[in-house]
Structures are given as structure tokens and as C-alpha cells.
């Protein structure tokens, strides 16, 4: 996950008009529900999120690449308008209506792979995991579920219809869009070679967003893991060709072969920083990767 600053993309106009309209979405789902603790016999079927003008600036504000994971997946599969908030129901909370008022809410709205969205089956990856007992949890027909579906756990009172106090629900989940993923989450092989995501602080004590974030979203599942993996092995192998360019630099008896020594390390510097910007897949595992290498060869 990165950061994504939301204000760089200007709310869709059928959302102004879904949230303040007299007949908009907006009304008519607060016509629908009636006040709690009672629940409508059916969720509202809302359709305001889903107006073309909404699908373009999602795409333009995540990049086309999924909120939570960083892959791209527009090209090969189908992609998902996620509502951070869940719209007609919440997982930890039966008796809830879900945050039906937010529902065409721009800034309730997040562009999301189906993995991370939708609840599945899934082969988890963790820590000591060897790849024989990653096999055996592939070939099993009940896996673990992943995805965030209608999660939201919170720490705090949950938000009852039309508040907005976000704050004080004390969510546990990690929106990109308002937390910076860097302070909760970062990135770290194994021992297998294989590039985990990892809750910053310490094992003992995982800071409590990431952990969850990384739970909730299944973002150790396998294939995502095999993805950020290979990527993972190209900035290692890059990183062994800078530090051996540097040390012919080191050991260069001439003026010019250390321009070409030098010359080298910084093309594959920068190299490595293009697959840092934010149109990239896993952009916050190479930066996080890049500041380490850049620590370690005091550059």
C-alpha cells in the first residue's frame, strides 16, 4: 500500500448530485431505512458508485493499480469500487445496517482487486512457512478465508446512521487514502526468499492497523506473495550489480574508468527507482527497499 493523496482528483459530478440532490441516492436510501435497531428486509440496491464518471476517477486517482496490494489487474481480471466502509452490512456487527449513507460517498470509495475485497478461500502465506507446507494448503479444498467483504472491525463506538465522527470508531483497518501504509506496514523476506508483508513494530507487538490490514485483506496470500517475490529477487540482483559497480569505481586506476564504473551504478539506480513511483506495482516494497539500499551503501 501507498499513500494516495484523494484531493488530487476532483469528486465525480453524479456523486455531488447522488449525495445533495433532493431525489438522489442519498434521500432515497434515508426513506429506505428505517431507525435503528430495525433493518429494512432488504439491503438498498445502490448504484451511484458505480456511474462511469466514478469508475474514471478511481482509476486515475489509485493509477489503475488496487488500493490495498498494488497489483495491477485491470489488464487480466476484473476490478472492484470498494466502499471502505462497508455500504449494506458489517461482518463484526450483525445487528448493524451497514454505512448505508456513505454509500456514494467519494471519499468512502476505493479501487480494489477482487482479492482483497471479496471474502475467499485462500493459501496464506506465514513466516517459517515452507514451501512443502504452502503446497499442502493449495491442494486443500477448505482454505483460509481472505478479504474484506464487510469487515471493519473498530476499537471504538460504531458509527450509527448519518454520524460521520470517524474518528472516534478508532477503525483498525488501514485506509490509503487518509493513513499513510508506511507507518503500519512494511516488507521483508523470509527465509525461503519469499517477500512478506509484515506489520511494523515487533513481533511481540505488531502495530495493531497493519497486522489487521494485512490479515483482513489477504495481502500474504500465495500468489500475491509469488508476485511481490520475483520483483523482490530483480531489486536484489540489481542491488548485487550497483554495489559491485562501486567497487570497481573503488578500484579504477583511471579517471575514466571510474566515469564508466559510476556511470553504471547510477543507471541501475535509477533503474530501480523507476519501479518506485506510484504507477508501479508494489511501489511502497521497492521504496522501502530502496531506502534500506541506499542506507547500506551510503549513498
Request: glycine share 4%; charged share 25%; proline share 6%.
Amino acid at each position: 500500500m501507498i499513500f494516495v493523496d484523494r484531493a488530487t482528483v476532483a469528486v465525480p459530478p453524479s456523486l455531488i448530485a447522488a449525495m445533495t440532490s433532493a431525489n438522489g441516492e442519498l434521500a432515497l436510501a434515508r426513506a429506505h431505512y428505517p431507525p435503528p435497531p430495525d433493518k429494512p428486509k432488504k439491503p438498498y440496491k445502490f448504484t451511484a458508485y458505480k456511474g462511469h464518471d466514478v469508475k474514471i476517477a478511481i482509476e486515475t486517482l489509485f493509477k489503475n493499480k488496487c488500493a490495498y496490494c498494488e497489483t495491477h489487474h485491470g489488464a487480466s481480471g476484473p476490478v472492484d469500487i470498494e466502499h471502505f466502509r462497508p455500504k449494506a452490512a458489517v461482518l463484526d456487527d450483525k445487528a448493524h445496517q451497514g454505512y448505508w449513507w456513505l454509500a456514494m460517498d467519494w471519499n468512502n470509495l476505493l479501487y480494489s482487486c477482487i482479492d482483497c475485497n471479496r471474502m475467499r478461500g485462500q493459501v496464506i502465506v506465514t513466516p517459517g512457512m515452507t514451501h512443502e507446507e504452502a503446497e499442502k494448503e493449495r491442494q486443500k479444498v477448505r482454505r483460509t478465508n481472505a478479504g474484506k467483504k464487510d469487515a471493519f472491525p473498530v476499537r471504538g463506538a460504531r458509527l450509527q446512521p448519518e454520524q460521520i465522527t470517524f474518528a472516534t470508531e478508532d477503525a483498525t483497518l488501514i485506509n490509503p487514502t487518509e493513513v499513510d501504509p508506511v507507518n503500519h506496514v512494511t516488507f521483508a523476506p523470509d527465509a525461503y526468499g519469499r517477500c512478506l508483508a509484515v506489520a511494523t513494530g515487533t513481533a511481540a507487538a505488531p502495530d495493531i492497523l497493519g497486522q489487521t490490514s494485512i490479515n483482513v485483506f489477504g495481502l500474504n496470500r500465495s500468489a500475491l506473495v509469488d508476485a511481490r517475490s520475483m520483483l523482490w529477487k530483480k531489486l536484489r540482483v540489481q542491488s548485487e550489480f550497483i554495489k559491485e559497480d562501486l567497487d570497481d569505481y573503488a578500484e579504477a586506476t583511471t579517471s575514466q574508468a571510474k566515469a564508466k564504473a559510476l556511470d553504471r551504478a547510477r543507471r541501475r539506480w535509477l533503474e530501480i527507482e523507476s519501479w518506485a513511483q506510484p504507477d508501479q506495482a508494489y511501489s511502497s516494497m521497492v521504496s522501502i527497499f530502496l531506502a534500506q539500499l541506499k542506507v547500506d551503501l551510503n549513498w
